[in-house]
């Protein structure tokens, strides 16, 4: 079946927002559209619904102590969008885990070499 948009038409999207980890629903999450200036929040059960002008949109994903999310797409038709927020403690975690791996590596690798010219004599 093809839908055809006439001018003025409204499409609604929803969905659910999550924790990226827990797949915990997220009350209270701030969905928010850059393009109509519009928002709405997430129920008690992280259920989300807005209704929007067909066309372009920008929903912005917003809850406190989480990553923002933004999601750009053309709106032809109702659209079920779900998202998974991280955690900003999760995100900082994982750059500091990503930053001690690269240092133990550095160090390994310099302790490798040196001992390797130990071994054969070179200092």
């Known amino acids: ?5 006439a001018n003025g038409q ?7 927002v999550t ?10 999450v701030n969905v928010y559209d850059n393009i109509s200036k519009t928002g709405t929040i997430t129920d008690e059960k992280g259920h989300y619904q807005i209704l929007l002008k067909a066309g372009k949109m920008q929903l912005i994903f ?3 102590k989480y990553e923002q999310q933004a999601h750009k797409k053309q709106l032809n038709n109702n ?7 991280l955690h ?4 900082n975690k994982s750059k500091i885990d990503t930053t001690l791996q690269k240092e133990h590596k550095t160090t ?12 054969f004599g070179l200092f």
């Open 79 to 85: 659209l079920d969008l779900n998202i998974k927020l």
């Open 1 to 5: 079946m093809i839908s055809i948009v």
């Open 108 to 119: 390994n690798t310099a302790k490798s070499s040196a001992s390797k010219k130990r071994k």
């Open 62 to 64: 917003s809850y406190e």
């Open 88 to 91: 900003k403690d999760t995100t």
């Open 19 to 28: 924790d990226s980890i827990t797949g915990k629903p997220l009350a209270s």
């Open 10 to 16: 409204f499409c609604y999207v929803s969905g659910l």
